[in-house]
């Protein structure tokens, strides 16, 4: 068990920065998740944390102990891959075993951790099937099984579950949760699949663009996003954003006002700012009660609905002009969830409001969080 | 009631069409084995049988003979038995180092690796003739006995030449057969082995090595063919009568006054038999690879 520091982390290839200066701390026990679209360098950071790629700039450090020019193996971390990667020609047990074989464990030890790692991950009596034998999830389990056997500081698993049909892939992550308390061990899961993030993780570290964007428990993310980015990639379906500007009596765009006081927050008349709303958070205006602070009436127009069984999804046009409404901007639309027992019509005028006190503000320039919840 | 004739009409058109497509089958499989069924018709037939016939006709009454096959068995055994022993080594050798150079160059990761990849291909279109020469020059540079210090060196000298050359000269063509699979095995298979503390090496002997099994089917029968078939590099580095290889010998099988025909006939399906074999041995493995089954 041990903690992992990153300092400075920048991995430039040729003519692209994939890592740019990250600083990480991740503390012994952890499980922390790196979250970003494809691209963004999250892998990249896990492998130079694996040392299968060496930094260009910057130190790790795993439990106090400088790795930064360790080889892999030496570092006392395991790694679970997305493609799963097991040894087409080896049965589980060799599977497994392979490492503890190389470093020459004797032959009791190596039957003892085997065994030991294949009950914690419920593999008993399939020791010598063959890779090809197995159904996706028993293979993740034997690579699972193959990380742990190694007794490591640190797990890295990248995308481990993303080869994995979507019932197995819920399943797996429980199980995963499991296995996290169980060993308690440092995990860095690397996914770009916001729901695993969210459910899995102690910590999410958002990632985009080589930089971190936030490194915050879930509800933290997802209750105050740092930056528009965060705020449109964490929750889905994603946060509704519509551009204005700072009035003297609050927020104004082409559809939407919000009233608050410019002088209680950071910022002045004339700003150029985005806001941000959740779906959960935009209700109609009939019946509001249930919400203190409501915002100003938006008149709108229903497009499309989604019945997802628990909710549905209401997809609104906010231009009340036909010919208007063709046009496909982001501010002139709108997504609200309703309980499924509220009559909503397609193609019909309604009349939402915003819960004030979940309204987020960004600067539209920076894309920097000015505000969650207002007064 | 139109229905049914619709179906017949579909059923007739489906048999006619089935029955063009057996019948051009049939006339290319003709086609091609016609030579082989020549070849071996006139294999079985006397003298005055071939002089008699056409090519293609079965042996006439009384003028089937398999002395022909004996007689070219019996000129081309030291033949054979000299190809094999230069042939499989040559084989097994380029393989080899082709699978280890394909991996070096595809599985590693070091600088300059795409210029060295350049040059094995260069060495894939290497015409024989142009090195035929500097090849022959190289090999009296060569003293074989000294640098090997074995005694059966000396008698083989002809053949442990052709057989280096040809290991050598089929190198770069392994190494681009293996290097297309290798660049098809699971990078992360291969991370994850690194990370369980496997070096380059053992990566190689335990994982790389075993599961190239396919390839080596198809790169055997290729080299096996392409050694066993050469006739050029033969001629050329092998003078002592001894060392003769079968195809050699085949050639020699010409009369210089009487074309004996039939004994040249046997003489190329004996020469040939050894390739066959292997294609019996290696065959299932061979279509696998070829298909990139791993």
């Excluded at chain 2, 090849?135 to 006995?145: E, G, K």
Aim: aromatic share 8%; hydrophobic share 45%; glycine share 6%.
């Amino acid at each position: 068990m041990a903690n992992v520091t990153l300092e400075h982390i920048t991995k430039r290839y040729e003519d692209v920065t994939a890592v740019d200066d990250m600083n990480l701390d991740i503390e012994d026990g952890e499980f922390v998740t790196f979250v970003g679209p494809s691209g963004c360098g999250k892998s990249t950071t896990m492998e130079t944390i694996a040392g299968l790629t060496l930094p260009t700039e910057g130190t790790i450090e795993i439990g106090g102990r400088d790795v930064t020019d360790l080889p892999p193996k030496d570092r006392g971390i395991s790694m679970v891959f997305q493609n799963i990667a097991l040894f087409p020609h080896m049965d589980v047990y060799d599977n497994i075993s392979f490492g503890l074989r190389l470093r020459e464990y004797d032959q009791e030890e190596i039957d003892r951790r085997v065994e030991e790692a294949a009950d914690i991950v419920q593999l008993e009596g399939m020791m010598d099937r063959m890779p090809e034998e197995m159904s996706g999830g028993q293979r993740q389990r034997v690579a699972i099984a193959r990380a742990i056997v190694r007794n490591p500081d640190v797990f890295l698993m990248d995308e481990p579950l993303a080869n994995l049909d979507a019932k197995l892939r819920v399943h797996m992550r429980t199980e995963l949760q499991r296995l996290h308390k169980e060993l308690d061990t440092t995990i860095i899961y690397v996914t770009h699949d916001q729901a695993e993030a969210m459910t899995m993780s102690d910590r999410i570290a958002v990632i985009d663009s080589g930089q971190l964007q936030q490194i915050d428990p879930p509800l933290v993310c997802y209750n105050e996003p740092t930056n528009l980015f965060v705020a449109g990639f964490i929750g889905s379906p994603s946060m509704n954003f519509v551009e204005g500007e700072v009035t003297a009596d609050g927020f104004d765009a082409e559809h939407v006002t919000v009233d608050f006081d410019p002088d209680a927050y950071d910022v002045s008349v004339g700003d150029e700012v985005t806001l941000g709303i959740r779906p959960e958070d935009v209700y109609l205006a009939d019946g509001v009660e249930s919400v203190e602070d409501p915002s100003a009436v938006v008149d709108a127009w229903t497009d499309v609905l989604e019945p997802m069984g628990n909710e549905v999804f209401v997809y609104l046009k906010l231009a009340q002009d036909a010919e208007l409404r063709i046009d496909e901007r982001d501010s002139d639309q709108l997504l609200m969830s309703v309980d499924p027992d509220v009559e909503v019509e397609e193609d019909g005028e309604i009349d939402v409001v915003l819960d004030r006190s979940r309204v987020h503000l960004f600067e539209t320039g920076s894309g920097d969080a000015i505000v969650h919840g207002l007064d | 009631m139109s229905r049914v004739d619709d179906l017949r009409g579909t059923l007739a058109a489906v048999d006619r069409s089935r029955a063009a497509l057996y019948a051009v089958l049939f006339a290319m499989v003709a086609f091609y084995l016609a030579p082989l069924e020549s070849g071996l018709a006139t294999s079985i037939k006397t003298e005055a049988g071939f002089r008699a016939t056409t090519p293609y006709a079965p042996p006439p009454l009384g003028e089937f003979t398999l002395a022909a096959w004996q007689v070219a068995f019996d000129r081309l055994s030291q033949g054979l038995i000299n190809s094999l022993l230069m042939a499989i080594p040559a084989t097994v050798l380029s393989a080899l180092l082709g699978s280890l150079s394909a991996y070096g160059l595809t599985n590693l990761d070091w600088r300059g690796q795409t210029g060295v990849l350049v040059l094995f291909v260069a060495g894939v279109f290497l015409p024989y003739q142009s090195v035929l020469v500097p090849l022959r020059q190289f090999w009296s540079a060569v003293d074989l006995p000294s640098l090997i210090p074995l005694g059966f060196v000396g008698s083989y000298e002809g053949l442990i030449t052709l057989s280096l050359t040809h290991a050598a000269y089929g190198i770069p063509i392994c190494t681009v057969l293996f290097r297309s699979y290798y660049a098809t095995l699971d990078e992360e298979m291969i991370e994850a082995a690194r990370l369980d503390g496997a070096s380059a090496a053992t990566i190689y002997r335990r994982i790389v090595l075993p599961l190239s099994v396919p390839i080596f089917a198809v790169t055997l029968i290729y080299q096996f063919t392409q050694v066993w078939n050469d006739l050029l590099f033969a001629i050329v580095l092998v003078t002592d009568p001894s060392n003769q290889v079968v195809t050699v010998a085949l050639n020699q099988l010409q009369g210089s006054f009487v074309n004996q025909y039939n004994l040249q006939m046997a003489g190329a399906f004996v020469a040939a038999l050894p390739t066959l074999v292997v294609y019996v041995l290696f065959g299932e493995q061979f279509a696998k690879g070829v298909a990139g089954e791993s």
